[in-house]
């Protein structure tokens, strides 16, 4: 009904920038939050970043600083900037959204398939 879409990563040097994407297509009535996570190897999954629908965001102190999430409401996509980049942030990166379905007006939680982020020293 509502798929998300990621796209953005790849293998940099320590100190470069990328910007993660994430389009939302579907049955899509509105959108309540967007969220961007993040699961390195051997490690839980931490939500990095978040966008209310409000247009608030909150980091994990982890980024803070360096990220920024951003959305584009008329393509229901949203970004992830990543400034400084540190070998630390390596991991698969997810897009999460809280939506509610057209024609049903039923809640959505929604993944992407995740995009990997390789940052070198």
């Known amino acids: 009904q509502v798929q998300l879409a990621e796209s953005g990563g790849g293998l940099v040097q320590a100190g470069a920038s990328l910007r993660l994407s994430c389009a939302a297509s579907?049955?899509?009535?509105?959108?309540?939050?967007m969220n961007w996570y993040r699961q390195a190897p051997g490690k839980q999954r931490e939500l990095v970043a978040t966008f209310t629908k409000g247009g608030s965001t909150r980091y994990a102190d982890s980024v803070t600083g360096r990220f920024t999430i951003s959305r584009e409401n008329a393509k229901n996509t949203v970004y992830l900037q990543m400034n400084s980049l540190k070998p630390e942030d390596t991991a698969v990166y997810y897009c999460?959204?809280?939506?509610?379905?057209?024609?049903?007006?039923?809640?959505?939680?929604?993944w992407g398939q995740g995009t990997l982020v390789t940052v070198s020293s």
């Open positions: 579907g049955a899509i009535f509105s959108i309540n939050v």
């Open positions: 999460n959204g809280d939506f509610v379905v057209a024609g049903t007006y039923k809640y959505l939680e929604v």
